[in-house]
């Protein structure tokens, strides 16, 4: 167990509690209030003079599509054979061992929605996850698909575009 004690809570609904515990057991909230005394072994933070909030959620991010440690070989982010690839799914690029999962979790973000670069005009499915609790792609995952990347302007003029034989040309 992990007792947050006397933090300024921001309850995600607009709520704001000073001085306030948080006793989190197995990864869950069990308990919000304050004098908490858990009994048994628990890791006590002092959290005065800090915000403590829920798990923050990245809506856009590629996690998982350009693994930072495989270089070449891990980047499947971007399918730049053809402009138009919405039968892509980026559930079988995402890489769960890709460091910056571990990043995001540090940061408090505790789910993404991650998926294809901006290379094609329709890059393919995205999916929403979590950023911990399995190595498992499966066993992460919130919702997929979860929406269609598509995009406009400069990256797929750069890829396909002017003195390129395929669309878009402007």
């Known amino acids: 167990m992990i007792l947050l004690k006397k933090g300024t809570v921001l309850d995600g609904k607009g709520n704001t509690r000073e001085k306030c515990d948080i006793l989190v057991d197995k990864g869950k909230i069990k308990e919000i209030g304050t004098g908490i005394n858990p009994t048994g ?13 829920p798990g923050l ?7 998982g ?10 980047s499947d982010g971007n399918e730049a054979t053809n402009p138009a690839t919405p039968h892509l799914r980026a559930i079988d690029a995402v890489n769960p061992d890709d ?7 540090k940061a408090g973000i505790t789910a993404i929605f991650t998926g ?14 979590k950023t911990a609790g399995s190595s498992v792609v499966d066993e992460l995952v919130v919702k997929n698909p979860a929406g269609l990347k598509m995009a406009l302007g400069e990256n797929p003029k750069h890829v396909y575009g002017a003195g390129k034989t395929q669309y878009p040309s402007t």
Do not use: R, Y
């Open 41 to 53: 072994k628990c890791e006590v933070i002092d959290c005065s003079g800090m915000i403590v909030t």
């Open 65 to 74: 599509m350009w693994e930072e440690s495989n270089g070449w070989a891990g």
């Open 57 to 63: 959620i990245d809506a856009h991010c590629h996690v």
């Open 99 to 105: 460091i910056a999962f571990k990043d995001a979790c």
């Open 116 to 129: 294809p670069g901006s290379a094609n005009v329709i890059g393919g499915q995205s999916l929403v996850m």
